[in-house]
Protein backbone atom coordinates (compact mmCIF):
# COMPACT_ATOMS: atom_id res chain seq x y z
CA UNK A 1 0.00 0.00 0.00
CA UNK A 2 1.34 3.66 -1.16
CA UNK A 3 2.36 6.41 2.04
CA UNK A 4 -0.89 7.91 3.19
CA UNK A 5 1.49 10.89 3.50
CA UNK A 6 3.12 11.43 -0.37
CA UNK A 7 0.23 13.75 -1.84
CA UNK A 8 2.74 17.03 -3.18
CA UNK A 9 -0.26 20.06 -2.86
CA UNK A 10 1.24 20.72 -5.68
CA UNK A 11 -0.47 17.72 -7.96
CA UNK A 12 -3.88 17.04 -8.35
CA UNK A 13 -5.41 14.66 -5.70
CA UNK A 14 -6.42 11.92 -7.67
CA UNK A 15 -9.08 9.51 -6.83
CA UNK A 16 -10.43 6.12 -8.71
CA UNK A 17 -13.91 4.53 -7.65
CA UNK A 18 -14.54 0.76 -8.41
CA UNK A 19 -17.36 -1.31 -8.36
CA UNK A 20 -17.36 -4.24 -10.45
CA UNK A 21 -20.67 -5.01 -12.85
CA UNK A 22 -22.62 -7.98 -12.11
CA UNK A 23 -21.99 -9.15 -8.83
CA UNK A 24 -24.91 -7.90 -6.91
CA UNK A 25 -23.22 -5.35 -5.00
CA UNK A 26 -25.50 -3.36 -2.35
CA UNK A 27 -24.19 0.03 -3.82
CA UNK A 28 -23.37 0.30 -7.52
CA UNK A 29 -25.34 -2.98 -8.15
CA UNK A 30 -28.40 -1.62 -9.55
CA UNK A 31 -29.28 1.30 -12.07
CA UNK A 32 -26.96 3.70 -10.97
CA UNK A 33 -27.13 4.03 -7.39
CA UNK A 34 -23.39 4.39 -6.97
CA UNK A 35 -23.56 7.81 -8.65
CA UNK A 36 -24.27 9.65 -5.37
CA UNK A 37 -21.22 8.18 -4.19
CA UNK A 38 -19.35 9.46 -7.28
CA UNK A 39 -20.92 12.98 -6.72
CA UNK A 40 -19.65 12.76 -3.64
CA UNK A 41 -16.35 11.53 -3.69
CA UNK A 42 -15.92 14.10 -6.58
CA UNK A 43 -15.85 17.05 -4.09
CA UNK A 44 -12.94 15.81 -2.36
CA UNK A 45 -10.91 14.90 -5.29
CA UNK A 46 -9.62 16.68 -8.25
CA UNK A 47 -9.61 14.21 -10.33
CA UNK A 48 -12.04 11.35 -9.68
CA UNK A 49 -11.84 7.95 -12.08
CA UNK A 50 -14.49 5.37 -12.19
CA UNK A 51 -16.11 3.36 -15.23
CA UNK A 52 -19.87 3.14 -16.75
CA UNK A 53 -21.35 0.16 -13.97
CA UNK A 54 -20.79 3.62 -11.88
CA UNK A 55 -22.46 6.57 -13.54
CA UNK A 56 -24.91 4.55 -15.94
CA UNK A 57 -28.28 5.21 -14.66
CA UNK A 58 -30.49 4.50 -17.62
CA UNK A 59 -32.43 8.11 -18.63
CA UNK A 60 -30.58 9.89 -15.38
CA UNK A 61 -27.01 10.81 -15.28
CA UNK A 62 -25.62 13.91 -13.92
CA UNK A 63 -22.67 15.44 -15.39
CA UNK A 64 -19.38 16.26 -13.25
CA UNK A 65 -17.02 18.25 -14.48
CA UNK A 66 -14.21 16.25 -12.32
CA UNK A 67 -14.71 12.51 -13.39
CA UNK A 68 -13.44 10.54 -15.77
CA UNK A 69 -15.78 7.95 -17.60
CA UNK A 70 -13.55 4.71 -18.41
CA UNK A 71 -14.62 1.48 -19.59
CA UNK A 72 -13.68 -1.91 -17.69
CA UNK A 73 -10.86 -2.84 -19.73
CA UNK A 74 -9.62 0.19 -19.97
CA UNK A 75 -8.93 0.71 -16.51
CA UNK A 76 -7.70 -2.08 -16.34
CA UNK A 77 -5.14 -1.64 -18.59
CA UNK A 78 -4.55 2.24 -17.32
CA UNK A 79 -4.41 0.78 -14.02
CA UNK A 80 -1.04 -1.38 -15.22
CA UNK A 81 0.79 1.72 -16.01
CA UNK A 82 0.15 0.36 -19.95
CA UNK A 83 -1.98 3.35 -21.18
CA UNK A 84 -3.00 6.44 -20.01
CA UNK A 85 -5.89 8.94 -19.98
CA UNK A 86 -6.27 12.04 -22.37
CA UNK A 87 -8.54 14.65 -21.23
CA UNK A 88 -11.41 15.24 -23.92
CA UNK A 89 -13.69 18.14 -24.18
CA UNK A 90 -15.59 16.48 -26.61
CA UNK A 91 -16.09 13.42 -28.65
CA UNK A 92 -17.52 12.32 -31.65
CA UNK A 93 -19.43 9.46 -30.58
CA UNK A 94 -20.35 6.63 -33.17
CA UNK A 95 -23.89 4.93 -32.34
CA UNK A 96 -24.25 0.90 -33.54
CA UNK A 97 -27.19 -1.18 -33.54
CA UNK A 98 -28.13 -4.46 -33.39
CA UNK A 99 -29.68 -5.60 -36.21
CA UNK A 100 -31.52 -7.98 -33.93
CA UNK A 101 -33.37 -4.71 -32.57
CA UNK A 102 -36.95 -4.80 -33.83
CA UNK A 103 -37.67 -1.81 -36.12
CA UNK A 104 -39.99 -0.02 -32.94
CA UNK A 105 -37.45 -0.37 -30.35
CA UNK A 106 -34.80 0.82 -33.00
CA UNK A 107 -36.44 4.15 -33.66
CA UNK A 108 -36.63 4.44 -29.56
CA UNK A 109 -32.93 4.50 -29.79
CA UNK A 110 -32.39 7.05 -32.64
CA UNK A 111 -34.65 9.39 -31.07
CA UNK A 112 -32.95 9.46 -28.18
CA UNK A 113 -29.66 9.92 -30.27
CA UNK A 114 -31.90 13.04 -31.75
CA UNK A 115 -32.49 14.51 -28.43
CA UNK A 116 -29.08 13.66 -26.97
CA UNK A 117 -27.93 16.19 -29.85
CA UNK A 118 -30.35 18.70 -29.94
CA UNK A 119 -31.45 18.74 -25.82
CA UNK A 120 -27.55 18.28 -24.78
CA UNK A 121 -25.62 19.63 -27.48
CA UNK A 122 -24.15 16.37 -27.66
CA UNK A 123 -21.80 15.04 -31.19
CA UNK A 124 -22.57 12.24 -32.82
CA UNK A 125 -21.77 11.12 -35.90
CA UNK A 126 -24.23 8.96 -38.40
CA UNK A 127 -25.26 5.46 -36.90
CA UNK A 128 -24.65 1.78 -38.41
CA UNK A 129 -26.55 -1.09 -38.10
CA UNK A 130 -24.72 -4.64 -37.59
CA UNK A 131 -24.90 -6.44 -40.61
CA UNK A 132 -26.20 -9.81 -38.54
CA UNK A 133 -28.10 -9.95 -35.04
CA UNK A 134 -25.44 -9.83 -32.55
CA UNK A 135 -27.05 -12.80 -30.48
CA UNK A 136 -26.37 -11.82 -27.56
CA UNK A 137 -26.76 -14.93 -24.48
CA UNK A 138 -26.97 -14.38 -20.75
CA UNK A 139 -25.22 -16.72 -18.13
CA UNK A 140 -25.18 -16.51 -14.51
CA UNK A 141 -21.84 -18.21 -12.29
CA UNK A 142 -22.06 -20.07 -9.56
CA UNK A 143 -21.10 -17.46 -7.23
CA UNK A 144 -24.50 -15.65 -9.23
CA UNK A 145 -22.50 -13.08 -10.70
CA UNK A 146 -24.17 -12.74 -14.22
CA UNK A 147 -21.76 -12.58 -17.66
CA UNK A 148 -22.79 -13.36 -20.97
CA UNK A 149 -21.66 -14.05 -24.43
CA UNK A 150 -22.05 -12.46 -28.52
CA UNK A 151 -22.68 -14.83 -30.61
CA UNK A 152 -21.83 -12.90 -33.99
CA UNK A 153 -18.92 -10.68 -32.52
CA UNK A 154 -17.16 -9.85 -35.48
CA UNK A 155 -20.31 -8.11 -36.67
CA UNK A 156 -20.07 -6.16 -33.87
CA UNK A 157 -16.64 -5.04 -34.79
CA UNK A 158 -17.16 -4.74 -38.38
CA UNK A 159 -19.63 -2.15 -37.33
CA UNK A 160 -17.64 -0.27 -35.23
CA UNK A 161 -14.59 -0.18 -37.33
CA UNK A 162 -16.72 1.49 -40.25
CA UNK A 163 -18.02 4.33 -37.72
CA UNK A 164 -14.49 5.08 -36.68
CA UNK A 165 -12.80 4.59 -40.09
CA UNK A 166 -15.81 6.48 -42.49
CA UNK A 167 -17.59 8.78 -39.65
CA UNK A 168 -14.92 9.62 -37.73
CA UNK A 169 -16.32 8.51 -34.44
CA UNK A 170 -14.06 8.96 -31.45
CA UNK A 171 -16.05 7.10 -29.14
CA UNK A 172 -18.61 3.79 -29.24
CA UNK A 173 -22.26 3.50 -28.50
CA UNK A 174 -23.41 -0.01 -28.66
CA UNK A 175 -27.33 -0.88 -28.56
CA UNK A 176 -27.74 -4.74 -28.30
CA UNK A 177 -30.95 -6.65 -28.27
CA UNK A 178 -30.97 -8.39 -25.05
CA UNK A 179 -33.14 -11.70 -24.47
CA UNK A 180 -36.54 -10.46 -22.82
CA UNK A 181 -37.12 -12.64 -19.14
CA UNK A 182 -40.06 -10.63 -17.54
CA UNK A 183 -41.31 -13.28 -15.67
CA UNK A 184 -37.53 -14.56 -14.27
CA UNK A 185 -37.29 -15.22 -10.26
CA UNK A 186 -33.97 -13.07 -11.07
CA UNK A 187 -35.24 -10.19 -12.92
CA UNK A 188 -37.68 -10.05 -9.88
CA UNK A 189 -34.87 -10.00 -7.10
CA UNK A 190 -33.39 -7.39 -9.06
CA UNK A 191 -36.26 -4.97 -9.62
CA UNK A 192 -36.84 -5.48 -5.76
CA UNK A 193 -33.53 -4.51 -4.87
CA UNK A 194 -32.45 -7.65 -3.95
CA UNK A 195 -30.77 -9.54 -6.58
CA UNK A 196 -27.80 -9.25 -9.48
CA UNK A 197 -28.16 -7.57 -12.78
CA UNK A 198 -28.81 -9.91 -14.68
CA UNK A 199 -27.77 -7.84 -18.09
CA UNK A 200 -24.47 -6.28 -16.38
CA UNK A 201 -21.63 -9.28 -16.92
CA UNK A 202 -22.94 -9.11 -21.00
CA UNK A 203 -22.49 -5.40 -20.80
CA UNK A 204 -19.03 -5.87 -19.61
CA UNK A 205 -18.19 -8.34 -22.39
CA UNK A 206 -19.43 -6.34 -25.35
CA UNK A 207 -17.52 -3.16 -24.00
CA UNK A 208 -14.81 -4.95 -23.38
CA UNK A 209 -14.41 -6.44 -26.68
CA UNK A 210 -14.16 -3.23 -28.54
CA UNK A 211 -12.26 -1.18 -26.46
CA UNK A 212 -9.63 -4.02 -26.33
CA UNK A 213 -9.81 -4.28 -30.06
CA UNK A 214 -9.90 -0.46 -30.83
CA UNK A 215 -8.61 1.58 -27.96
CA UNK A 216 -11.72 3.59 -27.81
CA UNK A 217 -13.79 4.58 -25.57
CA UNK A 218 -17.11 2.16 -25.57
CA UNK A 219 -20.11 1.63 -23.52
CA UNK A 220 -23.16 -0.41 -24.13
CA UNK A 221 -27.44 0.05 -23.25
CA UNK A 222 -29.22 -2.96 -23.82
CA UNK A 223 -32.52 -3.30 -25.60
CA UNK A 224 -35.35 -4.40 -24.22
CA UNK A 225 -39.08 -4.66 -24.23
CA UNK A 226 -41.10 -2.18 -21.25
CA UNK A 227 -41.57 -4.34 -17.78
CA UNK A 228 -45.19 -4.06 -16.92
CA UNK A 229 -45.38 -1.82 -13.69
CA UNK A 230 -44.19 -3.33 -10.30
CA UNK A 231 -45.59 -1.32 -7.24
CA UNK A 232 -43.07 -3.07 -4.93
CA UNK A 233 -39.94 -1.78 -7.28
CA UNK A 234 -37.12 -0.73 -5.62
CA UNK A 235 -35.74 2.92 -5.64
CA UNK A 236 -32.17 1.15 -6.52
CA UNK A 237 -33.45 -0.02 -9.50
CA UNK A 238 -36.34 2.46 -10.69
CA UNK A 239 -34.11 4.28 -13.27
CA UNK A 240 -34.43 1.77 -15.72
CA UNK A 241 -38.15 2.13 -15.73
CA UNK A 242 -38.29 5.18 -16.88
CA UNK A 243 -38.67 4.94 -20.67
CA UNK A 244 -37.88 2.83 -23.29
CA UNK A 245 -34.34 2.89 -23.59
CA UNK A 246 -31.17 3.27 -21.28
CA UNK A 247 -28.78 4.97 -23.98
CA UNK A 248 -28.97 8.34 -22.68
CA UNK A 249 -26.46 8.11 -19.96
CA UNK A 250 -24.23 6.10 -22.06
CA UNK A 251 -24.23 9.02 -24.83
CA UNK A 252 -23.12 11.86 -22.15
CA UNK A 253 -20.88 9.72 -20.48
CA UNK A 254 -19.02 9.08 -23.80
CA UNK A 255 -19.18 12.16 -25.22
CA UNK A 256 -16.60 13.48 -22.66
CA UNK A 257 -14.79 10.22 -21.91
CA UNK A 258 -10.96 10.59 -22.00
CA UNK A 259 -9.06 8.99 -24.63
CA UNK A 260 -6.54 6.57 -24.52
CA UNK A 261 -2.65 6.85 -25.08
CA UNK A 262 -0.17 4.00 -25.23
CA UNK A 263 2.74 4.53 -22.81
CA UNK A 264 5.85 5.06 -24.26
CA UNK A 265 7.95 2.38 -22.93
CA UNK A 266 9.20 0.08 -25.77
CA UNK A 267 8.77 -3.26 -23.42
CA UNK A 268 4.95 -2.61 -23.44
CA UNK A 269 3.53 -3.33 -26.89
CA UNK A 270 -0.76 -3.02 -26.85
CA UNK A 271 -2.33 -6.22 -27.89
CA UNK A 272 -2.41 -7.85 -31.52
CA UNK A 273 -6.05 -6.79 -32.02
CA UNK A 274 -5.37 -3.23 -31.23
CA UNK A 275 -2.94 -3.08 -33.76
CA UNK A 276 -5.60 -1.98 -37.10
CA UNK A 277 -7.26 0.35 -34.43
CA UNK A 278 -8.10 3.32 -37.71
CA UNK A 279 -7.32 6.49 -34.87
CA UNK A 280 -5.72 5.15 -32.17
CA UNK A 281 -2.13 5.25 -33.11
CA UNK A 282 -2.14 8.88 -34.06
CA UNK A 283 -3.10 10.18 -30.10
CA UNK A 284 0.14 11.26 -28.48
CA UNK A 285 0.89 12.14 -24.32
CA UNK A 286 0.84 15.31 -23.02
CA UNK A 287 1.51 17.17 -19.89
CA UNK A 288 -2.33 17.06 -19.16
CA UNK A 289 -2.45 12.79 -19.81
CA UNK A 290 -3.24 10.59 -16.61
CA UNK A 291 -0.85 7.97 -15.63
CA UNK A 292 -1.73 4.97 -12.57
CA UNK A 293 1.36 6.72 -10.96
CA UNK A 294 -0.84 10.10 -10.46
CA UNK A 295 -3.34 7.91 -8.34
CA UNK A 296 -3.85 8.69 -3.90
CA UNK A 297 -6.18 6.33 -3.77
CA UNK A 298 -8.42 3.96 -4.69
CA UNK A 299 -11.74 3.11 -3.15
CA UNK A 300 -13.89 -1.02 -3.64
CA UNK A 301 -16.24 -2.71 -2.10
CA UNK A 302 -14.18 -5.31 1.07
CA UNK A 303 -15.31 -8.67 -0.35
CA UNK A 304 -14.51 -7.62 -4.26
CA UNK A 305 -10.62 -7.38 -4.34
CA UNK A 306 -9.74 -9.22 -6.94
CA UNK A 307 -9.95 -7.10 -10.13
CA UNK A 308 -7.21 -6.54 -12.15
CA UNK A 309 -7.00 -2.64 -11.97
CA UNK A 310 -7.61 -2.73 -7.66
CA UNK A 311 -4.60 -4.92 -7.60
CA UNK A 312 -2.51 -2.64 -9.65
CA UNK A 313 -3.39 0.77 -8.45
CA UNK A 314 -3.01 -0.83 -3.99
CA UNK A 315 1.08 -1.24 -5.05
CA UNK A 316 1.39 2.68 -5.23
CA UNK A 317 -2.17 3.82 -4.13
CA UNK A 318 -3.64 3.95 -0.59
CA UNK A 319 -6.40 1.40 -0.76
CA UNK A 320 -9.72 1.65 1.20
CA UNK A 321 -12.16 -0.69 1.50
CA UNK A 322 -15.83 -0.46 2.22
CA UNK A 323 -17.59 -2.71 4.00
CA UNK A 324 -20.78 -1.84 4.32
CA UNK A 325 -21.00 -2.51 0.50
CA UNK A 326 -21.56 -5.97 0.17
CA UNK A 327 -21.47 -7.93 -2.50
CA UNK A 328 -21.86 -12.07 -4.43
CA UNK A 329 -17.99 -12.29 -3.91
CA UNK A 330 -16.01 -13.46 -0.84
CA UNK A 331 -12.34 -12.14 -1.96
CA UNK A 332 -11.03 -9.57 0.64
CA UNK A 333 -7.82 -7.96 0.56
CA UNK A 334 -6.32 -9.33 3.27
CA UNK A 335 -6.70 -12.63 1.03
CA UNK A 336 -4.39 -11.48 -1.88
CA UNK A 337 -2.13 -10.16 0.91
CA UNK A 338 -2.81 -6.57 0.62
CA UNK A 339 -2.96 -3.86 3.61
CA UNK A 340 -6.22 -1.92 3.16
CA UNK A 341 -7.87 0.81 5.42
CA UNK A 342 -11.13 -0.59 6.27
CA UNK A 343 -14.03 1.68 6.64
CA UNK A 344 -17.72 0.60 7.16
CA UNK A 345 -19.33 3.48 4.96
CA UNK A 346 -18.47 5.59 2.12
CA UNK A 347 -18.99 8.47 4.35
CA UNK A 348 -16.15 7.12 6.24
CA UNK A 349 -14.13 6.51 2.93
CA UNK A 350 -14.91 10.06 2.19
CA UNK A 351 -13.47 11.43 5.45
CA UNK A 352 -10.18 9.65 5.03
CA UNK A 353 -9.92 11.09 1.63
CA UNK A 354 -9.99 14.49 3.36
CA UNK A 355 -7.70 13.60 6.01
CA UNK A 356 -5.25 11.86 3.27
CA UNK A 357 -5.37 15.27 1.61
CA UNK A 358 -4.60 17.18 4.53
CA UNK A 359 -1.52 15.84 5.59
CA UNK A 360 -3.38 13.63 8.41
CA UNK A 361 -2.95 10.23 9.16
CA UNK A 362 -6.79 8.99 9.67
CA UNK A 363 -5.42 6.96 13.00
CA UNK A 364 -5.04 10.01 14.47
CA UNK A 365 -8.42 10.90 13.81
CA UNK A 366 -9.68 7.83 16.45
CA UNK A 367 -10.55 7.37 19.96
CA UNK A 368 -7.47 4.98 20.37
CA UNK A 369 -3.57 5.68 19.53
CA UNK A 370 -1.44 2.89 20.41
CA UNK A 371 2.49 3.93 21.20
CA UNK A 372 4.86 3.81 18.35
CA UNK A 373 6.76 0.50 18.31
CA UNK A 374 10.30 -0.11 17.65
CA UNK A 375 11.50 -1.44 14.52
CA UNK A 376 11.51 -5.32 14.33
CA UNK A 377 14.27 -6.64 12.05
Known amino acids: MGSLLTTPS ?50 LYWPIPNVYYVEGYGLDQ ?52 TDAPLGVELRTAASGATWGTIQNSDSLLRA ?18 FPDDGGSEALRQYRHGHGVDPLAGAEAVISHLVVRTFRVPCA ?25 TFL ?31 ISETRKATAETI ?30 TVADNQTRLQVPAEALGLSPLKVESYLEAIGVLVAQRAGVHPHALRSHLTQIQPLAL
Request: hydrophobic content about 45%; aromatic content about 4%.
Open 220 to 244: HAPALSPLPLDPELSPRSAAEELGY
Open 160 to 177: VEKLLRYAGAEAIAVVAR
Open 291 to 320: WADQVDAVIAPATACGGSALLSLSQTAMLI
Open 78 to 129: FAAGQWGLHPIRQNRVGLVLDQGIEPDLRLRHLQVADAARATLGLHLTEYIV
Open 248 to 278: PCVLVGLSRAPQFVIASDPQIQPPASATHSP
Open 10 to 59: TRPYTVVLIVPTGIGAAIGGYAGDALPVARAVAQVADRLITHPNVLNGAQ
